[in-house]
């Protein structure tokens, strides 16, 4: 499927998405519907400033087995900006085997941690988390040592002082 605009899913039965999905629409899957995004195949998703995507949304079912290919080249960078890319409160979702989260730009797969999908991107660190559904823009490892040094430096010095 390739172009703009959006794709609702409405009635019973089961749709499945193959090959390699270009449209940036939203994808609404309601009751009763299913949709699988199949291995092999790809769906891409262009994110831009915090908040605007698109995404999977509805209250039916969906099976991630293919790969989510994101597109950061216009992807807010701050700290704390994030997307939601699969509606988990709404939907009956499942992430497979198979499935990937991938970046278009640079062409490469994000790293996967229990479930949390990581990739640096243009100097900014981004994470997918398979819990929430959502893209966040996270800050450097670096920052969390450089913090976590400052508390435990923090601490000695409240001691020594006693």
Avoid: C
């Avoid at 699969?86 to 062409?107: C, K, P, Q, R, Y």
């Avoid at 790293?111 to 823009?137: P, R």
């Amino acid at each position: 499927i390739r172009g703009g605009g959006n794709i609702s899913l409405t009635g019973t039965g089961t749709t499945e998405f193959s090959d390699n999905n270009t449209y940036i629409g939203n994808t609404t899957i309601g009751t009763g519907s299913t949709l699988n995004l199949l291995g092999g195949s790809q769906m891409a998703f262009s994110i831009g400033a915090t908040g605007v995507n698109n995404g999977f949304f509805g209250a039916g079912i969906l099976s991630l087995n293919g790969d989510l290919r994101l597109n950061l080249s216009g992807a807010g960078t701050t700290v704390g900006d994030s997307w939601n890319l699969v509606d988990i409160a709404n939907l009956d979702e499942t992430f497979g085997a198979s499935f990937v989260v991938a970046s278009s730009i640079a062409a490469v797969d994000f790293n996967e941690s229990a479930g949390v999908w990581s990739i640096n991107e243009n100097g900014v660190d981004y994470e997918f988390s398979e819990s929430t559904g959502n893209l966040s823009v996270v800050p450097e490892p670096g920052t969390y040592a450089l913090l976590g040094g400052l508390l435990a430096l923090g601490y000695v010095m409240v001691r020594r002082r006693r």
